[in-house]
């Protein structure tokens, strides 16, 4: 079994920032695409941002030039640091990471516990 522990959420001021963090422990033996993905209550939880194993990154247009996210493979963590934040990035925030268990055994998705990120003024 993976766990995943988030921290590094909390208040912040529009225009402020923040990083979080995930990390993983567990029963790793290779850890693959690390997401992040955010919901609002009421609403489906959407992705924001996704780094490979080999580093290339993706974003959602709503995050892109604000967002960066990163991964540290030898902590196996994963980090996206926030700036310029709106009120509309107000979420609570999870990771996820595809881990192969074993070697030849299948890719497994696992969910972080999640974080409030809150912007307001």
């Known amino acids: 079994q993976v766990q995943l522990v988030e921290s590094g959420g909390g208040l912040v001021q529009p225009g402020g920032s923040l990083r979080l963090s995930c990390a993983a422990s567990g029963s790793i033996f290779s850890m693959y695409a690390m997401d992040w993905h955010r919901q609002v209550p009421g609403k489906q939880r959407e992705w924001a941002a996704t780094?490979?194993?080999?580093?290339?990154?993706t974003y959602q247009d709503s995050v892109k030039g604000r967002f960066t996210i990163s991964r540290d493979n030898a902590k196996n963590t994963v980090y996206l640091q926030m700036n310029s934040l709106k009120p509309e990035d107000t979420a609570v925030y999870y990771c996820?990471?595809?881990?192969?268990?074993?070697?030849?055994?299948?890719?497994?998705?696992?969910w972080g516990q999640g974080t409030q990120v809150t912007v307001s003024s």
């Open positions: 996820k990471v595809r881990v192969q268990v074993a070697p030849a055994s299948p890719m497994y998705d696992f």
């Open positions: 780094i490979t194993s080999g580093g290339s990154t």
